[in-house]
Nanobody, 126 residues
């Protein structure tokens, strides 16, 4: 059974940091691209960042470039999202997702991903 479990969310003040983790099981982790998405109340789910399976490429939404860093530890079947300089507009439920294909410049489309975690809440207070 494929499972993705996010953790590390919480309440933080603006300017603070959090590190999210996405622990995967039930599939060959090395072969999957892993993306982070977020969804705020009343808004569509949006791509935040992605790490490819093939060449180590990473992608970021313009809104988080320079503040967020994605990394993966294939030995631990885990992907991390280090979030620094957090802003109130980063408040959302954060999800990780997995797909067998590397989608390159289309990485941010949620519909391209086959597997999803349950999400973890991130709240940034002003």
């Amino acid at each position: 059974e494929v499972q993705l479990v996010e953790s590390g969310g919480g309440l933080v003040q603006a300017g603070g940091s959090l590190r999210l983790s996405c622990a995967a099981s039930g599939f060959t982790f090395d072969d999957y691209a892993i993306g982070w998405f977020r969804q705020a109340p009343g808004k569509e789910r949006e791509g935040v960042s992605c790490t490819s399976s093939s060449d180590g490429s990473t992608y970021y939404a313009d809104s988080v470039k320079g503040r967020f860093t994605i990394s993966r530890d294939n030995a631990k079947n885990t992907v991390y999202l280090q979030m620094n300089s957090l802003k109130p507009e980063d408040t959302a439920v954060y999800y990780c997702a997995a797909d067998t294909l590397d989608h390159g410049s289309s990485w941010y489309w949620p519909l391209l991903y086959d597997y999803w975690g349950q999400g973890t809440q991130v709240t940034v207070s002003s």
